[in-house]
T-cell receptor
Framework: QKEVEQNSGPLSVPEGAIASLNCTYS??????FFWYRQYSGKSPELIMS????GDKEDGRFTAQLNKASQYVSLLIRDSQPSDSATYLC???????????FGRGTQLTVWP | GAGVSQSPRYKVAKRGQDVALRCDPI?????LFWYQQALGQGPEFLTY????????KSGLPSDRFFAERPEGSVSTLKIQRTQQEDSAVYLC????????????FGPGTRLTVT
């Protein structure tokens, strides 16, 4: 059973702070890693992808991958109330195509 | 360009009825996926098509679930003899290349079985 674990939260940060979201995965041969944002009542929206160890930055978002520790994280700098959502970690393992999702971390950014 | 579209957006079915959910992927995307999302959970994989070929159906929960993509574009997920436990949001996603690309989700169909 391939598992993706996320800190369940909820996570609450003030506006302007850094939000840190974490994810671990069990399948050591996993190759591709994604972060999705899901607003209440909406479908998941792809915000970041990362494939190799290290950091990947896109605007206020930074994804970090450590394959040796089987750990993926997402940092959101200068958090805004509009960032309040559930963040889903997704992993593509050795089986071509399908993604394995964590349960998501609910983030609230308060003004 | 247009994203993934799904219809209907909401479906209420009486237990025992058959339902059909439609997905229209992003134009040119060869890979199409169906997921099921229960409240408070992450999406759970159901099945995967590459063009018209169904390459993985290991996530379909029972033989009441059937999916097809006959011309490699639009896909239909059919659920026969619906049960209350089938109530969930059914998400369709597409991607350009299955090995690396992220998957782009449609708005989902919320199915309620009464």
């Amino acid at each position: 059973q391939k598992e993706v674990e996320q800190n369940s939260g909820p996570l609450s940060v003030p506006e302007g702070a850094i939000a840190s979201l974490n994810c671990t995965y069990s399948d050591r041969v996993s190759q591709s890693f994604f972060w999705y944002r899901q607003y209440s009542g909406k479908s998941p929206e792809l915000i970041m992808s990362i494939y190799s160890n290290g950091d990947k930055e896109d605007g206020r978002f930074t994804a970090q991958l450590n394959k040796a520790s089987q750990y993926v994280s997402l940092l959101i700098r200068d958090s805004q109330p509009s960032d309040s959502a559930t963040y889903l970690c997704a992993v593509r393992g050795s089986t071509l195509g399908r993604l394995y999702f964590g349960r998501g971390t609910q983030l609230t950014v308060w003004p | 360009g247009a994203g993934v579209s799904q219809s209907p957006r909401y479906k209420v079915a009486k237990r025992g009825q058959d339902v059909a959910l439609r997905c229209d992927p992003i134009s040119g995307h060869v890979s199409l996926f169906w997921y099921q999302q229960a409240l408070g959970q992450g999406p759970e994989f159901l099945t995967y098509f590459q063009n018209e070929a169904q390459l993985d159906k290991s996530g379909l929960p029972s033989d009441r679930f059937f999916a097809e993509r006959p011309e490699g574009s639009v896909s239909t997920l059919k659920i026969q003899r619906t049960q209350q436990e089938d109530s969930a949001v059914y998400l369709c996603a597409s991607s350009l290349a299955p090995a690396l690309d992220g998957q782009y989700f449609g708005p989902g169909t919320r199915l309620t079985v009464t």
